[in-house]
């Protein structure tokens, strides 16, 4: 009965042993809690921010941070590029504007023959 007292042991050991090669499997690796505090890996900008930048167009724009790292160039947009509208061009003479190629709003243009000054619409009943 000597050698019965002992025969406990072995399972003992075989459950210790199977946990010591699970174990890994169930424990967080370093790159899980992302990099270490020494790494430099800290975020670029602060979220939110905007720097301001000039498209490859040769365009007025901004950088917007998004997750601590700087974002491609956007252009600021007042219009879509292409787009034309109605505008004052004198007190009593509507123009058009056009908006270019970069979002801009660009002059007034009166229609063809109005000078600065002359209003056909006051001078119409003489």
Known sequence: MEGGKYLYIIPVLL????IYFLLPFFSPTQQDFGPAPDAGGGPECTPGAETPCTT????????????GRQGACVKDLECT????????YSSCVQGE???DACGKWGRCVPPIGC?????PLENSSN
């Open 81 to 88: 590029p292409g787009e034309s509208e109605q505008c004052t």
């Open 115 to 119: 000078e600065i000054g002359y209003c």
């Open 15 to 18: 459950f210790f042993a199977l």
């Open 56 to 67: 490859p167009e040769g365009c007025a724009g901004y950088r917007p941070c998004m997750l």
């Open 97 to 99: 504007r056009e908006c």
